[in-house]
């Protein structure tokens, strides 16, 4: 029904069971309609409560020796990757309601329980296309907690991958990279303007970084290249 979810969709976007959406229910924390026989719930309810659960978790310490070795990796090359921002063509900057439509689309998909290729090709097309003013924008409109629908669905389409009958064997597995290696750039490119200036400041990347709660892995062949290729034209000037 237009504009509204079922309870399993709700029960998918806020990662509990329908059991739990039942107590949201009960407690008044979700509203309720009936068409027919079935309980819908109206789409802002949901993605508030989305919102007031994200704002309310307690970011975890990171002390695995690998993620500080990662850390100091990209601490190491921070000039560097600063050079590889702004992937791709050209083109302006989205507007908020268009980055508002987008995450609309984020809760949306993260009511199914699974997705067809072209989605998750769009996800990880979306991760690599992100600018730094754009990142700003839409927390500027809604919030720290803006950008977390799209990392929790990108982690879903990447369990959804692993767990597919078909990966790797029908070239799942390549596309399993591209999201990973796409996520990578986004959460890089949040580590990196932490700790430089970029188009997207310094204490709202520190925060959105802590947020997210993730890690950035190492950084990837195509951003490697595509640094290169700025370092060859900044030395041609």
């Known amino acids: 029904m237009q504009g509204f979810y079922s309870k399993v969709e709700a029960s998918n ?13 009960q407690k008044g924390k979700l509203r309720k309609v009936y068409h027919g026989k079935r309980v819908w719930i109206p789409h802002e309810d949901v993605h508030a409560l989305y919102d007031d659960t994200k704002k309310g978790m307690v970011p975890r310490r990171e002390e695995l020796s690998a993620v500080e070795k990662r ?26 309601p268009e980055l508002l439509l987008i995450r609309q689309g984020f809760l949306d998909s993260l009511s199914k329980a699974g997705w ?11 991760l690599m296309s992100l600018r730094e003013e754009e990142i700003l924008l839409l927390i500027s409109t809604k919030g720290i907690s803006a950008w977390s629908p799209l990392l929790d669905l990108s982690n879903r389409m990447i369990s959804f991958v692993e767990s597919s009958e078909s990966f790797p064997t029908q070239g799942l597995g390549t596309l399993h990279s591209r999201l990973i290696r796409a996520k990578d750039r986004f959460l890089g490119l949040v580590y990196t303007s932490s700790k430089t200036n970029t188009r997207l400041p310094k204490n709202q990347a520190a925060k959105l970084y802590k947020k997210l709660e993730e890690t950035p892995g190492i950084i990837t062949d195509y951003v490697t290249q595509y640094i290169s290729s700025k370092l060859e034209l900044s030395k041609g000037k």
């Open 116 to 126: 067809k290729v072209r989605e998750i090709s769009d996800t990880a097309d979306l």
């Open 13 to 25: 976007i806020l990662g509990v069971s329908t059991r739990q959406v039942n107590v949201y229910l």
């Open 71 to 96: 850390v100091a990796h990209l601490e190491s090359t921070i000039e560097v990757l600063k050079l590889g921002m702004g992937f791709g063509a050209k083109r302006e900057p989205r507007t908020g």
